[in-house]
């Protein structure tokens, strides 16, 4: 029997909660869990960076001068190095500037304005465009939709992706979905990873639209927290085996591998995909920062490089994770107010309230001091129906902050959850 079932326990329970709350309101704190951001320590195991490509040396392997203009696909060595890991075939990568999201970006807006391979029209000439959004999901991809004017339809996330029975149901019978947002592996913000049933269904799938679109956004690689180094399945080749070839648009960087704002990102489909997207980025740009391209290829060296570059993210990031889901249990435990999840890699935990809940526990965090993701961003229009969810984003503050933040976080769930089960 969860604790605090009569009446009588209730209140108590509140009224200990109210005091806790008073007493985390006086302690005046600041801290800030809002985004999901690699802290200093993170950053400075890049500083190599700093150094390279080092002075006198501006040549790729293939002779490029990269201070000069050219190379709209990017060094090869540095696509050489994340072909695997983003399960794109070299040739079929691009290499760009330091922000995915661009990439993102750019694509939909390409889309709208020029026509896709398969398409019978732009985008922009249609009367209705929607994206299939799996929730919860990534508030800057709802971001982007919302910014185009493209009609967001929410699917709900099970343990292996996407509830693909809607999914395909909805593509099946609808030719304004145009896509569908997918984070496939340790996604933002529930750490799910795709099963391989998942990734082929999607491959195989029917749709109304001839020029549907899945944003394969694999930012998450090889951010494992874990010792299993999750795998996920191949989607650009289950779609080219599945006769689907222009069917995936992926993307990824180096964002949370070396520096957040100054990496590199790469966009990888089918070679008439990659032809569509060159000839519009042609006209936006005479060629990526190279040198910095160069720059980090250098410092990563090979996959084996990238590999035990990770470890040291992850010797950073275990112990912040593995404090926040200690004190979720320590303190909310058998309380029957909470849920969350345990992530094997990534950036994020998601923490789940009783209904009607969240707005109020990031209200009263925030009233302590404690700046969280506003309850809703895991949701189209920042609307979670149910009002439940609440991302946390442990990678920034330093342990005991962070500590001292999620024991903070805990009282606003009690105090919110206890008031609500009063009220009856
Ligand atoms: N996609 C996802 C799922 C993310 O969580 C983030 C960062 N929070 C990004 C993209 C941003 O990537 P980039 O820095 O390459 O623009």
New binding site residues.
């Given amino acids: 029997m969860p604790v605090g079932t009569n009446a009588e326990t209730i209140s108590t329970l509140v009224e200990t909660a109210r005091r806790d709350y008073r007493e985390l309101v006086d302690a005046g704190l600041s801290f800030d869990l809002t ?2 951001k690699p802290s200093p320590e993170q950053l400075d195991l890049a500083a190599g960076l700093q150094e390279l490509p080092g002075a006198g040396r501006h040549t790729a392997a293939n002779g490029t001068d990269c201070r000069n203009y050219g190379g709209l696909q990017g060094l090869p060595e540095m696509r050489a190095l994340f072909a695997d890991f983003l399960q794109v075939p070299v040739e079929q990568l691009l290499a760009a500037g330091n ?4 990439l993102m970006h750019d694509c939909l807006v390409h889309a709208l304005l020029s026509v896709l391979p398969g398409a019978e029209s732009r985008w922009a000439d249609q009367e209705r465009i929607a994206f299939l959004c799996p929730v919860p999901g ?1 508030d ?1 991809h709802f971001a982007l939709c919302a910014r185009f004017g493209i009609e967001m339809i929410p699917v709900p996330m099970t343990a292996d992706g996407p509830d693909m029975s809607e999914v395909e149901r909805l593509v099946g019978e609808d030719p304004a979905i145009k896509g569908i947002w997918c ?1 496939p592996k340790y996604s ?1 913000p529930d750490g799910t990873c795709y099963s391989d049933e998942t990734v082929r269904r999607l491959a195989e799938m029917s749709t109304a639209a001839p020029d549907f679109r899945i944003f394969w ?1 694999n ?1 998450y690689a090889v951010h494992h927290l874990t010792d299993e180094r999750v795998e996920i399945a191949d989607l650009l080749g289950a779609c080219a085996e599945a006769g689907n070839p222009d069917r995936a648009f992926v993307f990824g ?1 180096t ?1 949370k591998i070396t520096w ?1 704002g100054a ?1 590199v ?1 790469f966009f990888g489909s089918s070679p008439a995909n990659l032809d569509w997207l060159l000839a519009n980025n042609s006209k936006r740009s005479i060629g990526p920062d190279k040198v910095n391209q160069l720059r980090h290829a250098l410092f990563l060296k090979d996959a084996d490089g990238v590999r035990a570059h990770m470890d040291r993210h992850r010797a950073l990031l275990q112990p912040k994770f593995e404090a926040v889901l200690g004190i979720f249990d320590e303190e909310l435990g058998g309380t029957g107010l909470a849920e969350w999840t345990s992530p094997k890699g990534g ?1 994020f935990i998601t923490l789940r309230v009783p209904d009607g809940c969240a707005k109020e526990v990031v209200r009263l965090a925030g009233e302590a001091g404690i700046a969280l993701t506003p309850a809703g961003a895991t949701h189209p229009h920042g609307v979670d129906p149910d009002d439940a969810v609440i991302r946390i984003a442990p990678s920034f503050p330093g342990l005991q902050e962070l500590a001292q933040a999620i024991r903070g976080l805990t009282t606003c769930v009690r105090l919110a959850g206890y008031e609500k089960r009063l009220a009856g």
Avoid at 99 to 102: G, K, T, V
């Fill in positions: 985004r999901g922000s995915s999201l661009e990534y800057r984070v933002n956004d930012a960087s964002s957040a990496g990102a950036y």
